[in-house]
């Protein structure tokens, strides 16, 4: 098993800037990639980033791309996601996942076996 715990929401004004942290514990391999996920009320949970556990590889959605940053530090098996130039749309409890590279693809959160628990970021207007 793989334990997720996720830190950092909170309150951020629109243009603003938020860091969200995700430290992994557990059964946790180097073969894993990992990611994040937003789900705003009434929506469907939406693909943010991901990164692989091993080299440089990232990914993001085309709503966050040169607004968020996705990045990793394996010593602490912690990934971030530090978040800039914030808008309203952005709104919504954030949830970090881990996955096995073979296990379909990093954009869909079916493919995803573990979670953390959310962290809720607010952007105002």
């Known amino acids: 098993q793989v334990q997720l715990v996720e830190s950092g929401g909170g309150l951020v004004q629109a243009g603003g800037s938020l860091t969200l942290s995700c430290t992994a514990s557990?059964?946790?391999?180097?073969?894993?990639?990992m990611g994040w996920f937003r789900q705003a009320p009434g929506k469907e949970r939406e693909f943010v980033a991901a990164?692989?556990?091993?080299?440089?590889?990232?990914y993001y959605s085309d709503s966050v791309k040169g607004r968020f940053t996705i990045s990793k530090d394996n010593a602490k098996n912690t990934m971030y996601l530090q978040m800039g130039s914030v808008k309203p749309d952005d709104t919504g409890v954030y949830y970090c996942?881990?996955?096995?590279?073979?296990?379909?693809?990093?954009?869909?959160?079916?493919?995803?076996?573990?979670w953390g628990q959310g962290t809720q970021v607010t952007a105002s207007s």
């Open positions: 990164i692989l556990w091993v080299g440089h590889m990232t």
């Open positions: 557990g059964r946790f391999f180097s073969s894993y990639s």
């Open positions: 996942a881990a996955r096995p590279n073979y296990a379909g693809n990093y954009d869909r959160h079916t493919d995803y076996p573990y």
